[in-house]
Nanobody
Framework: QVQLVESGGGSVQAGGSLRLSCAASGRTYTMGWFRQPPGKQREFVAA????????DYADSVKGRFTISRDNAKNTEYLEMSSLKPEDTATYYC?????????????????WGQGTQVTVSS
């Protein structure tokens, strides 16, 4: 069992930036970020392959968010810039126990506890 711990959330004004981190207790393969806005379902944000060579993003964050990972530290990151009020959500780190590529929430095996991001206008 792998534990995931997110950090870096907070409150920021529109147009600002935040960097989320997710530390894993062991080796992980495909990893992703998902978010759950208030009153809505959890949705895909970004994913990264085991090597970091492949990434994908939700259309709503393309060009503003960047996912990356440092396998030596078992840590993934989400750099968020040009933040908008609609980015307000609880952000969750997720990981698979294999290298299968997936953007579907239901296919991820491990989840963090979530970190809150609030963007004010």
């Amino acid at each position: 069992q792998v534990q995931l711990v997110e950090s870096g959330g907070g409150s920021v004004q529109a147009g600002g930036s935040l960097r989320l981190s997710c530390a894993a207790s062991g080796r992980t393969y495909t990893m992703g970020w998902f978010r759950q806005p208030p009153g809505k379902q959890r949705e895909f944000v970004a994913a990264i392959s085991s090597s970091g060579g492949a990434t994908d993003y939700a259309d709503s964050v393309k060009g503003r968010f960047t996912i990356s990972r440092d396998n030596a530290k078992n840590t993934e990151y989400l750099e968020m810039s040009s933040l908008k009020p609609e980015d307000t959500a609880t952000y969750y780190c997720a990981a698979r126990r294999d290298s299968m590529w997936s953007l579907r929430r239901s296919t991820y095996h491990y989840w963090g506890q979530g970190t809150q991001v609030t963007v004010s206008s």
